[in-house]
């Protein structure tokens, strides 16, 4: 690896150590924000009762 790489690579994870973790309200928008995004491209939105019934669609 060269030199810069690696200097790069030491800076990234100093920063993520001291990153703050993200908090109950943040964690829940980001999933909105995710279903949503999944939504918008007709994907159909991951949740126990769809598992299921793909689970047992598939035979």
């Known amino acids: ?3 810069s790489r ?3 690579n030491v800076t990234l994870a ?3 150590a001291e ?3 993200l908090g109950r309200d943040e964690k ?3 999933k909105r924000a995710e279903g ?3 939504a918008s491209k007709g994907y159909e939105l991951d ?3 769809n598992r ?3 689970r047992f669609r598939k035979k």
């Open 36 to 38: 949503a995004f999944r």
């Open 28 to 30: 829940a928008a980001l």
């Open 47 to 49: 949740t126990f009762w």
């Open 1 to 3: 690896m060269s030199g």
């Open 52 to 54: 299921l019934k793909r």
């Open 6 to 8: 690696l200097d790069l």
């Open 19 to 21: 990153a703050v973790p």
């Open 14 to 16: 100093a920063k993520e």
